[in-house]
Every structure is written in structure tokens, then in C-alpha cells.
């Protein structure tokens, strides 16, 4: 059974810094692996999305690698803002006959001027 | 595009009754829609996959009479939360794929912005 863990849980950090969020999944025969961005009581906006024959994708200040043998992704932010603060998601496309998304636990970001 | 469209945002019902949760695509036909449920502080936990004209494939652990699913056009499903009580008082988010277009990837979903049910 797929897992998908999220480190840190939770991060503040003053404007400005460049960031690295930590995905982790256990079974690394994945479609596709995204990111999401969720603000508080509301849905989620797809950052970026990564094949599983992809090393990375960059949409901005966003950077995402995936290394899928070892089961990691990270998320890169560059030049935090205030308005970045919100919950990062991590999802795995579970496998090609299948279009359900596994979701990690989330990384909660708070940006301070 | 690609706009997905749930209401209501925001429901308080009282123990015991129904509540009905709509999800539309606005600008694009889905045969393929979830239903995912989000506690407090964790993480989105898939309850359904919701098929147009037929019934609805349910993750293991969520009760099928519980949460009544139907998907009667291409463009709309609706969860609908029965004899709700306190403990079902959550975030309930839907997505839809977009069926129409063949060249799209693989576990692409389109998220409406969430229904939060309080059950009093």
C-alpha cells in the first residue's frame, strides 16, 4: 500500500528565505507525481506536475525534483512571500490503470514579513 | 477552463438529517469524478470514484449507504451524506478528470473548493 509523507509538518519562516519541502512515498512505481497548493477551508491549485520519466519541473520560483527510485520529491521555493503561506500537498498518481492520487500528509508554510 | 464547481461551501445541519453536496465540471464533460474527505490539519483521504452512469467505486472503510454517490450527467455528481451525525462533520473536496480530452495526462483532477459540513 502506497504511504506518502510529508517533512517538515510545519514551517515558518521570515520573507525572503529559499525553501525546500520534503515528499517521501514507499512504493516508487509511480505515474506522476504533483504538488498542490491548499489555502485555508478551501480547494487545491495544481503547482506542478512531474512524469515519472522527469527529474524536474520549474513553474516561477517553484522547483520540483523528483527522484523516483528513492522514493523522494522535493519542493524548491525560491524568495519566499507572505502570500505563499499555505499548506503544500505532495500526490502520487498511483499507476498507469488507475487515475486515483495518494495524497501526503501536507507541509503547513507561514511566510512573515 | 477546467473549473469544477461544488456547493454548497458551507452547510450546519442537524443530527440525523440529509445532506446533499453537488459537484459540477463548468467548462468540460467528466466521466471520472472523486470525492475526498480532509479532517482538521491532515491530509485529503479518497472516499470515492464517482462513474458516470454507473455505480460508484468506494476505498475500503467508507459505507457506501452512509455516502450515497451519483453521477447522472457528464458534468455533475452529488455526495449525498445520510442521517449525518457530529462525527461526519469534515471537509469533503471533489475533483473531475477531464474525459473529453483524450491527450490529457494520467491522474490529472480539477479540485472545486471544498463543502464543510458541521453537524450539529
Known amino acids: 500500500k502506497q504511504e506518502v509523507t510529508q517533512i517538515p509538518a510545519a514551517l515558518s519562516v521570515p520573507e525572503g528565505e529559499n525553501l525546500v519541502l520534503n515528499c517521501s512515498f514507499t512504493?516508487?512505481?509511480?505515474?506522476?507525481l504533483q504538488w498542490f497548493r491548499q489555502d485555508p477551508g478551501k480547494g487545491l491549485t495544481s503547482l506542478l506536475l512531474?512524469?515519472?520519466?522527469?527529474r524536474e519541473q520549474t513553474s516561477g520560483r517553484l522547483n520540483a525534483s523528483l527522484d523516483k527510485s528513492s522514493g523522494r520529491s522535493t519542493l524548491y521555493i525560491a524568495a519566499s512571500q507572505p502570500g505563499d503561506s499555505a499548506t503544500y500537498l505532495c500526490a502520487v498518481g498511483g499507476g498507469y490503470n488507475t487515475d486515483k492520487l495518494i495524497f501526503g500528509t501536507g507541509t503547513r508554510l507561514q511566510v512573515f514579513p | 477552463g477546467a473549473v469544477v464547481s461544488q456547493h454548497p461551501s458551507w452547510v450546519i445541519c442537524k443530527s440525523g438529517t440529509s445532506v446533499k453536496i453537488e459537484c459540477r465540471s463548468l467548462?468540460?464533460?467528466?466521466?471520472?469524478m472523486f470525492w475526498y474527505r480532509q479532517f482538521p490539519k491532515q491530509s485529503l483521504m479518497l472516499m470515492a470514484t464517482?462513474?458516470?452512469?454507473?455505480?460508484?467505486?468506494?476505498e475500503q472503510g467508507v459505507e457506501k449507504d452512509k455516502f450515497l454517490i451519483n453521477h447522472a450527467s457528464l458534468t455533475l455528481s452529488t455526495l449525498t451524506v445520510t442521517s449525518a451525525h457530529p462525527e461526519d462533520s469534515s471537509f469533503y473536496i471533489c475533483s473531475a478528470r477531464d474525459s473529453g480530452n483524450p491527450g490529457h495526462g494520467k491522474n490529472i483532477q480539477y479540485f472545486g473548493a471544498g463543502t464543510r459540513l458541521s453537524v450539529l
Open positions: 467548462d468540460f464533460q467528466a466521466t471520472t
Open positions: 512504493d516508487s512505481a509511480i505515474y506522476n
Open positions: 464517482s462513474n458516470e452512469g454507473s455505480k460508484a467505486t468506494y
Open positions: 512531474i512524469q515519472s520519466s522527469q
